[in-house]
């Protein structure tokens, strides 16, 4: 007889099982395990790193989707992070240069718990879930991947931001006196920065991810920890968070910052508001022949549209 068995992400909703949970724990084993894993991970102690890769292992599938999944190789060989060079190919050939050790996140601003985290503190392990989304990029291309991490929320309550923190803004690694490769260039105002009102910050959808594929998070991807806000375009989606503030005010984000007249604060994927150099109404699917219809609000409108009743998308970009 012929098993066929499904991938988590063939499964429907309703469907994802402990039967996924298995395939993806004898997956795991097979790569030799820890000892396999544990490399990905020098940001914690051997013990952590451990943990971690297993928890990620072992992550329930908790959003599905009906797209064929972008593969691995795509994911992890196509990416944009200045940092690690301007072309697609750069941050994979380079990914060496960030090191992850020791990693920790300075959190300030209005909140009552400002301080200095460690990965174990900011996220509970034992949480994470894998979510698979569509991600669009602002220069119309786009995937879909299967990210393992927690809603950003939960990291958020740890800080019990106080009543004036209207705004959470994030920065990645910078050492002014070691830059990364991608920073000696002046591309971008470095450090790389980005925000989001904190009703986003605090939505269900929103997502800080140390996981694709049930696998640690590739340099590349931005390892140890990065956001995803899968309804905005990609460049919200900020890579190895070293810094979290809590503010009262609009923070400037590094794409804003470098040009305004193209890149909003909001930038929600809209298909009706062009970028002025090219177009947003379709979009590229890596892998794909044709192109693709882009979706409103990147196809999360029910869920996330009510949150900007009222505002002209059409300025507000
Ligand atoms: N620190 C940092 N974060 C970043 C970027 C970057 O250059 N630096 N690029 C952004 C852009 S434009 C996109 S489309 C996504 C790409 O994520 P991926 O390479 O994991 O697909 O990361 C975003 N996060
Ligand atoms: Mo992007």
Redesign the pocket.
């Known amino acids: 007889m012929l098993i066929k068995t499904k991938k988590s992400w063939e499964l429907s909703e309703n469907e994802v099982t402990n039967e996924d949970l298995f395939n993806k724990r004898r997956q795991f084993m097979k790569m030799g395990g820890v000892a396999a894993m544990s490399s990905y991970l020098p940001a914690l102690s051997w013990a952590a790193a451990d943990h971690l890769a297993n928890q990620i292992a072992l992550a329930p599938t908790t959003r599905t989707l009906d797209e064929k999944l972008n593969s691995f190789e795509e994911?992890t060989n196509?990416?944009?992070?200045?940092?690690l060079g301007t072309g697609k190919g750069d941050?994979v050939k380079n990914a060496d240069e960030l090191n992850t050790d020791d990693w920790s996140i300075e959190v300030t601003g209005e909140c009552d718990n400002p301080g200095t985290y460690a990965l174990e503190d900011l996220i509970n392990f034992n949480d994470l879930e894998e979510r698979i989304y569509r991600?669009r990029?602002?220069?119309a291309w786009s995937?879909v991947?299967p990210w393992t991490g927690v809603s950003l929320s939960t990291i958020l309550d740890k800080m019990n931001p106080n009543s004036d923190a209207k705004y959470v803004g994030f920065e990645?690694?910078y050492d002014r006196s070691n830059p990364l490769s991608?920073q000696r260039s002046r591309v971008?105002d470095w450090?790389?920065r980005?925000g989001l009102r904190l009703d986003e910050a605090m939505h269900p959808l929103t997502m800080m991810a140390v996981g694709?594929y049930g696998k640690p998070m590739p340099n590349?991807?931005?390892a140890p920890l990065?956001?995803v806000v899968p309804w905005k375009?990609?460049?919200?989606?900020?890579?190895?968070i070293t810094k979290i503030n809590f503010s009262k005010t609009q923070p400037q984000t590094?794409?804003n910052m470098a040009g305004p007249r193209e890149y909003g604060f909001f930038s929600n994927v809209n298909p009706e508001v062009n970028h002025p150099r090219w177009s947003q109404g379709s979009e590229r699917r890596i892998g794909e022949l044709f192109r693709r219809d882009t979706l409103m609000f990147n196809g999360y409108g029910a869920e996330v549209a009510s949150m900007y009743d009222g505002m002209d998308m059409s300025t507000n970009y």
């Open positions: 994911i196509y990416n944009n992070f200045y940092e941050p991600m990029c602002v220069e995937m991947i990645t690694i991608g971008l450090p790389y980005e694709i590349q991807n931005g990065r956001l375009y990609g460049f919200k989606s900020i890579k190895s590094s794409w």
